[in-house]
């Protein structure tokens, strides 16, 4: 117990100093380089460049600890960046995204950056003033450090002269995509989704165009649908451009013309582009559904207390709750097994040449018992689809648990425990576990135990890089069910009317050749006064 009583007395200590130990998520930043600026925030970064005014690069640097996308991507086509340095190279001759092109000529005007500025601490404004031809274009980007992967734009056409100026043909979003790397391209026609091209006149309102393959998704939403189309054509090598067309052709004198665009550009995740209102682009999956009501629980619980360190505590909290009456019944069941171990015992040896009939004497035993010879297994087994499913929950919440401040050492639960000190807490809490579970009677006890002290060993190994918030997780659930095993068999209702009275946790750490010698005792006597009760009924 004293063991124990460190290991608790560690958690509590450590979880009692996490108010003060909480660091800010990391906040949004921007540089100002040589006609470029980059802007930054805890999941992408942003390259704008005065060449064009284009947006030349959104690269996601921020990597889920495991799961499906979990590596660092550049979105932009036409860039390559180096994950460690975010050093950009161009491929020749690509077209970056917002970039005119009018009459088959682009625009390769400079527009001069003015200084961004931030509307508050977490929203940064990007704007990107030039000439096209005699338009003046505005292009103002708005960045935020959120979870959703989202820039505003909003695109403004200026004409200061007396008479109507025209606008141009159309605006490129990608170009030169190798076939090879063509991932599907969607449109959304009257708020449907559609995977072709639909023909002016056969719909009434245009909502997006983009792309998305397994992982990513990058796609141009517009609420100006009126005015807009989109187009995609094919270069001559079968690489693909896409945009839309502009479908006013003139600004009228003196006047301005405005249109605002989202462009989603980041993981693949229902959750995320739910949120934009582009849930249409990707239907939700059974598991999905599943894990969505956790997710909610989380974010009302991270709402309550403003960390999700403190909302997995509670959520630990929680489930342990629900699970206690389940798990007492499995420990009463499993402390049973070990009181008729002494009756297995006399049915496998009287039986053991005929199978058959020695599996249907001990399902009879345990039937007549009340005994779940699977037992054993249920109180370890029992919480595992809560972890698969809180595994799950966590990386597809990745980016809002990783936008919240640190707990204690860790910078972000959705990350590995950056010192591995979580997992080595967990593992020799589930070692410790195993000290405190009854065996079950069936297999012998050097072989069970044996299996519980390897399995812990093989999950720590198998699952060390996970999210740090996962391992959380898992040392509350192991050392808040050590706590209720212990309290179960301190009130004696583990053990129910042992006549030898001494708890199961205390047996397995006091000598077990007393314990097994009164049970040897105990065995005898029943038996002897079984044989005496047949003898009596044979002289009658």
């Keep these: 117990m004293k063991l124990v009583k460190i290991i608790v007395g560690i958690v509590i200590f450590t979880i009692g100093i996490a108010p003060f130990t909480m660091g800010k998520g990391q906040g949004l930043t921007y540089e100002l380089r040589d006609q470029e600026t980059e802007v930054r925030t805890a999941l992408s970064s942003y390259l704008f460049s005065e060449q064009g005014g284009a947006l030349r690069s959104i690269f996601l640097h921020f990597a889920p600890a495991w799961g499906r996308g979990a590596g660092r991507v550049e979105l932009v086509s036409g860039t390559k960046t180096d994950p460690d340095t975010l050093a950009r190279r161009y491929v020749a001759n690509a077209i970056f995204p917002f970039t005119f092109k009018d009459g088959g000529i682009l625009d390769d005007a400079v527009y001069q950056i003015t200084d961004p500025w931030f509307v508050d601490e977490d929203e940064l404004r990007v704007e990107l003033k030039g000439k096209f031809g005699d338009l003046i274009v505005i292009r103002r980007?708005?960045?935020?450090?959120?979870?959703?992967?989202?820039?505003?734009?909003?695109?403004?056409?200026?004409?200061?002269?007396?008479?109507?100026?025209?606008?141009?043909?159309?605006?490129?979003?990608?170009?030169?995509?190798?076939?090879?790397?063509?991932?599907?391209?969607?449109?959304?026609?009257?708020?449907?989704?559609?995977?072709?091209?639909?023909?002016?006149?056969?719909?009434?309102?245009?909502?997006?165009?983009?792309?998305?393959?397994?992982?990513?998704?990058?796609?141009?939403?517009?609420?100006?649908?009126?005015?807009?189309?989109?187009?995609?054509?094919?270069?001559?090598?079968?690489?693909?451009?896409?945009?839309?067309?502009?479908?006013?052709?003139?600004?009228?004198?003196?006047?301005?013309?405005?249109?605002?665009?989202?462009?989603?550009?980041?993981?693949?995740?229902?959750?995320?582009?739910?949120?934009?209102?582009?849930?249409?682009?990707?239907?939700?999956?059974?598991?999905?559904?599943?894990?969505?009501?956790?997710?909610?629980?989380?974010?009302?619980?991270?709402?309550?207390?403003?960390?999700?360190?403190?909302?997995?505590?509670?959520?630990?909290a929680v489930t342990r709750v629900i699970l206690f009456p389940i798990m007492q019944k499995q420990f009463k069941s499993m402390a049973k097994m070990q009181q008729i171990a002494p009756k297995l015992k006399k049915i496998q040896e009287r039986y053991k040449d005929d199978r058959q009939l020695l599996q249907q004497k001990m399902m009879e035993l345990y039937r007549r018992e009340g005994v779940n010879p699977l037992g054993g297994c249920l109180p370890m087994l029992l919480p595992m689809p809560i972890l698969v499913l809180l595994f799950n929950a966590i990386l597809s919440a990745a980016e809002q648990i990783h936008l919240s401040p640190g707990f204690l050492w860790i910078p972000s639960l959705s990350l590995r425990d950056p010192f591995f000190i979580l997992p080595v807490f967990a593992t020799a809490a589930m070692i410790l576990q195993q000290r405190f579970t009854p065996m079950s009677g069936i297999t012998p006890q050097g072989n069970q135990r044996l299996m519980g002290y390897l399995f812990p060993v093989a999950m720590g190994v198998m699952m060390i890089n996970a999210p740090a918030g996962l391992w959380l997780h898992w040392l509350l659930t192991t050392l808040m069910q050590v706590g209720q095993q212990y309290m179960i068999t301190r009130q004696g209702a583990v053990v129910g009317e042992s006549k030898i009275g001494t708890p199961i946790a205390q047996q397995r750490i006091g000598n077990p050749h007393q314990a097994t010698a009164a049970g040897r005792r105990e065995a005898a006597q029943k038996e002897d006064s079984g044989n005496g009760k047949r003898e009596d009924k044979g002289e009658d």
């Design 141 to 316: 980007f708005t960045i935020r450090n959120d979870p959703y992967y989202t820039l505003d734009v909003e695109l403004i056409f200026r004409n200061e002269r007396g008479y109507p100026v025209d606008m141009p043909d159309e605006m490129v979003m990608a170009s030169h995509i190798p076939p090879a790397e063509m991932p599907p391209l969607y449109f959304i026609f009257d708020e449907t989704v559609h995977s072709v091209l639909l023909a002016p006149g056969s719909y009434h309102t245009f909502d997006g165009v983009g792309w998305m393959d397994g992982l990513t998704a990058f796609f141009l939403a517009t609420s100006d649908n009126v005015m807009i189309a989109p187009f995609q054509r094919f270069t001559p090598l079968g690489e693909r451009l896409f945009g839309i067309v502009f479908q006013e052709e003139t600004i009228p004198a003196y006047s301005d013309h405005s249109f605002h665009f989202s462009l989603y550009a980041g993981r693949r995740r229902f959750i995320l582009m739910e949120a934009q209102g582009l849930g249409t682009l990707d239907s939700p999956g059974l598991w999905t559904r599943l894990i969505v009501p956790i997710i909610q629980f989380l974010t009302w619980l991270y709402r309550l207390t403003g960390n999700y360190g403190w909302a997995i505590i509670l959520f630990t």
